[in-house]
């Protein structure tokens, strides 16, 4: 039997980045894989309506993020098991209704993720995947959440960016406290020379929050075609590699490997 954990224990971690295309989903399904094969217990929840972190369950139908935040389906009733001690509630292609429903009914609306999560106390470590258009569905998840994890991509200007959007969820979240626990530049092509100043660049203005980059890797896109972790499609790539090192530094530094 698996003990119950503390609720100050459990980690709820969004991986947000305003901008698409910076490796938030790719980041969540193989975090939360790495995680699960280190026996943790893992729920990641899409909250995309283009639902690619759902895509790692392959063919299924029942409820979604949708139908929980419209208040058609409990929570529990919407987690599929991905693989062991990872498990997955989907999104659909109706997720916006469900963004112009808490619009409709208002401050309690928004808090039902917040409180639906208060159940799994069974899960060590939620995992919010987000989508780059900020929605009230996006706005839910955050208030849910305790922890951010920004995957970022190493473009002209990453810094200015990066202070804007967290400008924007101060605006945003009022009162609400998220914890940014690591900036992690991703899919990194460490062939081209601005590639090592924009690192220098994040370091110097984000200091240790900045993680062990995770570098470009053609295993990435080719698992994602089988609907594979890195993990499952080649353990030893560079992406596996890079990727271990983001989840030991985050979440295992107490812990001993294996
Ligand atoms: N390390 C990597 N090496 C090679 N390709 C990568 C890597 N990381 C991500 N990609 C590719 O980049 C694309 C965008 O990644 P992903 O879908 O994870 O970004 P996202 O931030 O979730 O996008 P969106 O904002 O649309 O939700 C995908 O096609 C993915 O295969
Ligand atoms: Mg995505």
Redesign the pocket.
């Known amino acids: 039997m698996k003990l119950q954990k503390e609720e100050s224990m459990q980690r709820r971690v969004s991986i947000f ?1 305003m ?10 399904v193989n975090l939360a894989h790495a995680l699960a094969l280190k026996n943790q217990s893992v729920l990641l929840i899409d909250c ?1 309506l ?1 639902g ?1 972190a759902s895509s790692i369950l392959g063919e299924r139908t029942g409820p979604t993020l949708t139908d929980i935040l419209t208040g058609n389906a409990q929570v529990s009733q919407a987690i599929y098991q991905a693989r062991e001690n990872f498990a997955v509630v989907p999104a659909d292609r109706q997720l916006n209704t469900a963004a112009n429903y808490i619009v409709s009914k208002g401050r309690k609306a928004y808090s039902v993720l917040h409180r639906a999560v208060q159940d799994l106390s069974q899960y060590d470590i939620l995992l919010f ?4 258009s900020y929605s009230t569905v996006t706005e839910a998840a955050l208030l849910a959440s305790t922890e951010l994890l920004i ?1 970022c991509e190493l473009a002209p200007y990453p810094i200015e960016g990066l202070l804007g959007m967290f400008n924007k969820l101060q605006d945003e979240l009022d009162d609400h406290q998220l914890a940014i626990i690591g900036i992690v530049p ?3 092509d460490l062939r081209y020379n601005m590639t090592h100043q924009y690192i220098e660049e994040l370091q110097t203005t984000f200091k240790d929050k900045v993680t062990p980059l ?8 080719k698992a ?1 075609a089988y609907r594979q972790t890195i993990f499952e499609y080649d353990a030893q790539s560079k ?1 596996a590699q ?1 990727i271990q090192k983001v989840v030991q530094h985050l979440f295992l530094g107490g812990m001993t490997n294996g």
Not at 129 to 132: A, F, M, R
Request: glycine letters at 10%; aromatic letters at 4%.
């Open positions: 980045n901008k698409g295309g910076t490796g938030k989903s790719t980041l969540a995309d283009q690619n995947d987000h989508s780059p995957p991703f899919n990194v995770v570098r470009t890797d053609a295993a990435i896109p994602q992406a890079d």
